[in-house]
């Protein structure tokens, strides 16, 4: 797999169960998984802030929204990096949980993680998505990153951002606040707000 400069270099970096990655993409049309392998990079050191990466080889072979879905993808787009955001971010919360670096969200397996994934997991509000280049979507990489997790009586939230890119340039980037509520308790507008604007004064 591609190493990727961005990475915080004194993450430890270890390979994600291919059953891990597997067990989460479940819910998607076998044409729609698109992460292949990846590694997780954490820093859970006593008194320091915890910072939770994935690096990821990803693929696109088909365009399944497409009338003919045989055609592979000519660019990677909008709705491709909302896909694979989401796809990138599930492993790397799944992958947490399995070895107990988010307490906060009080779960003790990648199943039970599972149960929660389509009924009380979502993105709560994407920023800041460009295009610098384009990325050839039939092999190019995904690298994700929480380094902020809050708590509150209605869900943990998690501030986070991505970055994709192949090997020929090709670049995009955003930020986003990755949700799970508590016991399907949606939050209020305010309350996701309320959060963002916290997490943007912190240094």
């Known amino acids: 797999m591609k190493t990727k400069k961005r990475l915080v270099e004194s993450l430890a970096t ?3 169960p291919k059953e891990t990655i597997d067990g989460i993409l479940s819910p998607y049309d076998p044409d729609c998984r698109y992460v292949c392998d990846a590694r997780i990079g954490f820093n859970n050191e006593e008194g320091r802030r915890k910072i939770l990466t994935i690096d990821a ?12 879905k045989s055609n592979a993808p000519t660019h990677f787009n909008a709705t491709d990096f909302i896909l694979c955001f989401n796809q990138l971010s599930y492993v790397l919360v ?3 949980v399995r070895r107990n670096l988010v307490p906060e969200l009080e779960m003790d397996s990648v199943e039970e993680f599972q149960k929660a994934q389509m009924e009380r997991c979502y993105i709560g509000r994407y920023r800041e998505i460009s295009f610098r280049a384009p990325i050839n979507p039939s092999k190019f990489y995904g690298t994700a990153s929480i380094e902020r997790i809050f708590k509150t009586k209605g869900g943990v939230f998690l ?3 991505v970055q994709f ?12 606040l ?4 508590m016991n399907k308790i949606y939050l209020k507008k305010e ?7 916290v997490n943007s004064r912190l240094p």
């Open 178 to 181: 990755l949700t799970v509520t």
């Open 159 to 161: 501030p986070s951002s």
């Open 14 to 16: 270890q390979e994600i």
């Open 57 to 68: 080889e990803m693929s696109i072979p088909y365009c399944y929204y497409a009338r003919d």
């Open 165 to 176: 890119e192949d090997q020929r340039g090709g670049f995009a980037e955003g930020s986003s």
């Open 191 to 197: 309350s996701i707000g309320e959060i963002l604007n």
């Open 94 to 96: 799944a992958e947490s």
